[in-house]
Each structure stands twice: as C-alpha cells, then as structure tokens.
C-alpha cells in the first residue's frame, strides 16, 4: 500500500498525555518524526482529569494515561511501567532505612499533586485502604515543582518514577523504600473504541508497541 511507505505517510498527530507521560513521550518522537518526516505532531501535556475531559470530547487521536476512564469504553495498550515512589531530600532521617511502615509516614508532611491528578488519586487510595491520613501541607500542580519543593525542605512526596530520570548521581532526592511501595501502574495507550484511528495514529500506536495486544471493551 502506498500510504504505508516510508515517508509518505502525511498528516497531524494530535497526542494528549498526563504529566508524567513528558518525560518518555517527546524523546520517543524524535525517532518518530525522523523516519516520517510528513507527520506533524500536536502534543498536550495535562493531569488525568483534563486527560479524560478531553477523551470524552473527542478532541485528539491518541492519550496516554494510567487510569483507565471508567465510563467509556475504549481499546487500549499497556507501554511501559510507571511506578510510583515516595520521594525525599537526601538527608531525610528515613533515607537509610529499610521497609518502613506505611503508617510512619502519617508523621511526615507532604506535598501532593493537585486534585484531577492521577498520581494523587493513586496515593489517595492506598492510604485511604491503610487509614492513614498524611498531613498536606502543600498542592502543587507540577511534577518538577514539587520536586523542588522537596529539596527546599518542605516535605515528601509520591511522585512516578519517571520523575527522577534526569536526576545524577548528585540528585539531591532520594527514593524511600517504604512497604507497599512502590505502587505499580502502567502508562496505557487510550482511544475511544467507537473511533476510526486515522492512518498517522495507528502508526504512531505500532511504533510505541511492542509485543502488548490492543484490548478494545466489549
Ligand atoms: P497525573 O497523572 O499527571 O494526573 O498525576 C500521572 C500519572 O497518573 O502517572
């Protein structure tokens, strides 16, 4: 088929992704672009909220996001982990120990995502399910601020993974081994299932994956 060729393949992408999907998405589209040169691509960096607001408009061709919207149907692809871990300053009293109880973490002050965020939600529940209730001390709409504000001293976080990979081997932050951490999720490759993906999107979805089958609800 001619659309197939390299090369030949014309059009915009319009991706939408929740914030810590910033950190593995545009890298991947250098590759992307460079062997299709004819895609332009459109990129919205936003919470899970907005993510599923505008899933539910129908306002982009592809998302990723770690929670699946529960009422829409959808085909989707697991890509790749996205863990959640709790985050320190390097010199926090807890940074050397092993195993610690969730519950101590009832003492500390943290700083979460602001409400819409999945990763918020995702920590929300596990305390929730352990009764604990962590002091907030701060919301912060931003995966990078919070970091920031943890190495200013303002508290601990939970935060993905993926949050760290710029960090050297200076990185004034450290990850905490704390039982039930770190929470497993994945980043999933969304659209709605009543929709057509157009020829640039499909081709986007085969260059993410890998070996995962697409799952589309009944
Ligand atoms: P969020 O989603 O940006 O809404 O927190 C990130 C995630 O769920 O990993």
């Given at each position: 088929k001619v659309a197939d060729l390299k090369g030949l393949k014309q059009g915009r992408l319009r991706l939408a992704v929740i914030t810590t999907a910033k950190y593995f998405i545009p890298r991947l589209l250098g590759p992307f672009c460079q062997r299709y040169p004819g895609i332009d691509i459109s990129l919205q960096v936003t919470n899970h909220e907005y993510i599923l607001g505008r899933l539910?408009?129908?306002?982009?061709?592809?998302?990723?996001?770690s929670q699946l919207p529960e009422n829409q149907e959808t085909c989707y692809k697991p890509v790749?982990?996205?863990?959640?871990?709790?985050?320190?300053?390097v010199d926090h009293p807890l940074a050397q120990e092993k195993n610690i109880p969730l519950k101590r973490l009832a003492q500390e002050t943290f700083i979460m995502r602001e409400p819409g965020s999945g990763t918020r939600k995702a920590v929300q529940k596990l305390f929730d399910y352990h009764q604990?209730?962590?002091k907030v001390r701060l919301d912060l709409g931003s995966n990078e601020a919070i970091k920031q504000a943890i190495a200013g001293g303002l508290g601990i976080s939970v935060l993905s993974r993926h949050t760290l990979v710029m960090e050297g081997v200076n990185?004034?932050?450290?990850?905490?081994?704390?039982?039930?951490?770190?929470i497993e999720r994945y980043w999933y490759a969304v659209y709605p299932r009543s929709k057509q993906l157009s020829i640039v999107a499909g081709t986007f979805l085969d260059y993410?994956?890998?070996s995962e089958p697409l799952i589309c609800q009944k």
């Amino acid at each position: 088929k001619v659309a197939d060729l390299k090369g030949l393949k014309q059009g915009r992408l319009r991706l939408a992704v929740i914030t810590t999907a910033k950190y593995f998405i545009p890298r991947l589209l250098g590759p992307f672009c460079q062997r299709y040169p004819g895609i332009d691509i459109s990129l919205q960096v936003t919470n899970h909220e907005y993510i599923l607001g505008r899933l539910s408009e129908n306002l982009d061709d592809l998302y990723i996001m770690s929670q699946l919207p529960e009422n829409q149907e959808t085909c989707y692809k697991p890509v790749q982990e996205n863990p959640l871990v709790v985050i320190a300053r390097v010199d926090h009293p807890l940074a050397q120990e092993k195993n610690i109880p969730l519950k101590r973490l009832a003492q500390e002050t943290f700083i979460m995502r602001e409400p819409g965020s999945g990763t918020r939600k995702a920590v929300q529940k596990l305390f929730d399910y352990h009764q604990i209730s962590p002091k907030v001390r701060l919301d912060l709409g931003s995966n990078e601020a919070i970091k920031q504000a943890i190495a200013g001293g303002l508290g601990i976080s939970v935060l993905s993974r993926h949050t760290l990979v710029m960090e050297g081997v200076n990185s004034e932050l450290v990850v905490l081994d704390v039982e039930h951490f770190p929470i497993e999720r994945y980043w999933y490759a969304v659209y709605p299932r009543s929709k057509q993906l157009s020829i640039v999107a499909g081709t986007f979805l085969d260059y993410l994956l890998t070996s995962e089958p697409l799952i589309c609800q009944k």
